[in-house]
C-alpha cells in the first residue's frame, strides 16, 4: 500500500513471531521427551551427505554473522544407522548457538568414527572461538526450567532451553552430549551417538520407532 515506514516495525513483528514458534515448538518436544512419547525414524545415511546438507544451510548464517565455518567430515567416517532429522535438527542447534555466541570468530565442525570397547561411535565436535562460559554456568547448560535458565540464556546466547533439548535428544538416540567451555577461549560441544542404533539403547521410559 506504499507504507514503507512500517516496514521495520513488520519486520520485528514477524521475527518475534517466528522465535515465539521455536520456542512453543522446544516445549512441546521437551515434553514429549520427559513422557516418554519420543518417536524415533531410524535409518541408513551417509554421515558425510548429512553433513554436507547441514553446512549448506548453516554457511550462509555464519557468514552473515561474520564468522568463519571450517568443517571436517572426511568420507571415510562412513554411515550410521540413526534418526536422521533428530540428529540433523541437534547439530544444527548448536551451530546456530556457536553462531550466537561467536564475534568475528570461527566454527569448526569435525565428525568422525570411534570405537569403544568393541561399539562404533559417531562423534560430532562444534567448536567456536566466543568468549565461552564459567564453570559455573557449563553445569546448567542442559538443564531446562530452572532457576539458573536466565543466567545461562544471557550468556549463552539465549539458548538455555534449546541446548536442553539437544541434550535430551541425544539420551533418546542412545548417544550424550558433553561440553567444555573456557573464559575466553571458547567452547566445544560434542555429540555422540552410537553408529549403529538399537531401540533398546534409547535412555528413554517408551520409545515408538520404526525403521
Request: glycine share 8%.
Amino acid at each position: 500500500l506504499g507504507y514503507e515506514d512500517f516496514i521495520p516495525d513488520l519486520q520485528k513483528i514477524n521475527a518475534a513471531g517466528k522465535n515465539l514458534l521455536v520456542w512453543v515448538d522446544e516445549i512441546i518436544d521437551l515434553s514429549r521427551i520427559e513422557s516418554g512419547r519420543a518417536e524415533l525414524k531410524m535409518e541408513d545415511i551417509s554421515v558425510a551427505d548429512m553433513i554436507r546438507e547441514i553446512e549448506s544451510e548453516i554457511r550462509p548464517q555464519v557468514e552473515a554473522a561474520g564468522n568463519t565455518l571450517t568443517v571436517h567430515s572426511p568420507e571415510a567416517v562412513g554411515t550410521m544407522k540413526t534418526d536422521k532429522e533428530r540428529a540433523r535438527r541437534v547439530l544444527v542447534s548448536l551451530l546456530k548457538n556457536a553462531n550466537k555466541v561467536t564475534k568475528a570468530g570461527e566454527i569448526v565442525l569435525t565428525a568422525r568414527r570411534e570405537t569403544v570397547e568393541g561399539t562404533d561411535w559417531i562423534s560430532f565436535a562444534v567448536k567456536d572461538s566466543g568468549a565461552g562460559v564459567s564453570a559455573k554456568l557449563l553445569e546448567d547448560l542442559f538443564k531446562g526450567h530452572t532457576q539458573t535458565e536466565s543466567s545461562v540464556s544471557s550468556a549463552y546466547g539465549g539458548a538455555a532451553l534449546g541446548l536442553a533439548i539437544c541434550h535430551r535428544f541425544s539420551l533418546v538416540m542412545g548417544g550424550n552430549i558433553e561440553a567444555e567451555s573456557e573464559l575466553g577461549k571458547g567452547s566445544v560441544f560434542t555429540l555422540r551417538l552410537p553408529a549403529r542404533m538399537d531401540v533398546h539403547l534409547a535412555k528413554t521410559h517408551v520409545i515408538r520407532a520404526t525403521n
